[in-house]
């Protein structure tokens, strides 16, 4: 397991933009995958976005172009870009870490396929 912690979320207005950071231990960072979920009040948590070892990015079907995953192995983090957000992105964003190799494109949204999480960071948007 690699341990995470999760920055940048906080208050913003709807239509603005915040940029997640997720600092994660280790030194074979840059052979993780690296997944975005979210939680919201009194929902499950969902996937958001994933980046793979090799860069791929993965995204669920809801994002249409306002998220932006992307990581720099060299600081060893990961990060969600969210632009023009919207009153119900609101939720805690956890990021997380798959550290055994091979993980399936299919795999990368789902949340049993990862074994570290963060404490997750508040996003509130109000509108």
């Known amino acids: 397991q690699v341990h995470l912690v999760e920055s940048g979320g906080g208050l913003v207005q709807a239509g603005g933009s915040l940029r997640l950071s997720c600092a994660a231990s280790?030194?074979?960072?840059?052979?993780?995958?690296m997944g975005w979920f979210r939680q919201a009040p009194g929902k499950e948590r969902e996937f958001v976005a994933a980046?793979?070892?090799?860069?791929?990015?993965y995204y669920a079907d809801f994002v249409t172009g306002r998220f932006t995953v992307s990581r720099d192995n060299a600081k060893t983090t990961a990060y969600l870009q969210i632009y023009r957000l919207k009153p119900e992105d609101t939720a805690v964003y956890y990021c997380?870490?798959?550290?055994?190799?091979?993980?399936?494109?299919?795999?990368?949204?789902?949340?049993?396929?990862?074994?570290?999480w963060g404490q997750g960071t508040q996003v509130t948007v109000s509108s």
């Open positions: 997380a870490a798959v550290t055994r190799p091979a993980i399936t494109a299919a795999a990368m949204g789902l949340l049993a396929s990862y074994d570290s």
């Open positions: 280790g030194r074979t960072f840059s052979s993780y995958a």
């Open positions: 980046i793979s070892g090799s860069g791929r990015h």
